[in-house]
T-cell receptor, first 114, second 113 residues
């Protein structure tokens, strides 16, 4: 069975500093994708960043980057220069494979202190 | 492009009543998903459609939940009768390519009292 584990229920960061959110996963699929989603109180899932498992290069999107360690099945998210608007729930998810549905972790609540 | 539309935004019902949620995916997206997100947890897949056929409904409580996707476009998720533990956010998502691009709606928050 595919699983996604986020071991940090809550994290806090000072504005303008850097924070890293952890995620590990387990899958028997050979071809898959990994995602980080942001969910503000509005409830909409917003894609932060996506990583194709076949790519060795870590994905980056402006202030957001990942550290993808395929052998260790680890997929952490680094947020640089944190902003107040980054405060939200962050979900790690695995998608693709034979059916394509997303498997989510339990989430990490990120607080940003001014 | 327009996003995934969901309605209603909120719904409060008494236990044993019925409720229905509606989802309109992004035009051209063949795959549609319904997720249940209980407070404090990540979303869990209830059912996945490919066009108007069911791909996966293994986690759908079929004694009370039903879903359909007529003509491979809009979808409706129904709960009858509702239980207290059905209180959750119900998210609809659609994708054009399996496993790559998912777009979510804003969800329906259901409270069963």
């Amino acid at each position: 069975a595919q699983t996604v584990t986020q071991s940090q229920p809550e994290m806090s960061v000072q504005e303008a500093e850097t924070v890293t959110l952890s995620c590990t996963y387990d899958t028997s699929e050979s071809d898959y994708y990994l995602f980080w989603y942001k969910q503000p109180p509005s409830r909409q899932m917003i894609l932060v960043i996506r990583q194709e498992a076949y790519k060795q290069q870590n994905a980056t999107e402006n202030r957001f980057s990942v550290n993808f360690q395929k052998a260790a099945k680890s997929f952490s998210l680094k947020i640089s220069d944190s902003q107040l608007g980054d405060a939200a729930m962050y979900f790690c998810a695995q998608g693709g494979g034979s059916q394509g549905n997303l498997i989510f972790g339990k989430g990490t609540k990120l607080s940003v202190k001014p | 492009e327009a996003g995934v539309a969901q309605s209603p935004r909120y719904k409060i019902i008494e236990k044993r009543q019925s409720v229905a949620f509606w989802c309109n995916p992004i035009s051209g997206h063949a795959t549609l998903y319904w997720y249940q997100q209980i407070l404090g947890q990540g979303p869990k897949l209830l059912i996945q459609f490919q066009n108007n056929g069911v791909v996966d409904d293994s986690q759908l409580p079929k004694d009370r939940f039903s879903a359909e996707r007529l003509k491979g476009v809009d979808s409706t998720l129904k709960i009858q009768p509702a239980k207290l533990e059905d209180s959750a956010v119900y998210l609809c998502a659609s994708s054009s390519d399996l496993g790559y691009g998912y777009t979510f709606g804003s969800g329906t928050r259901l409270t069963v009292v």
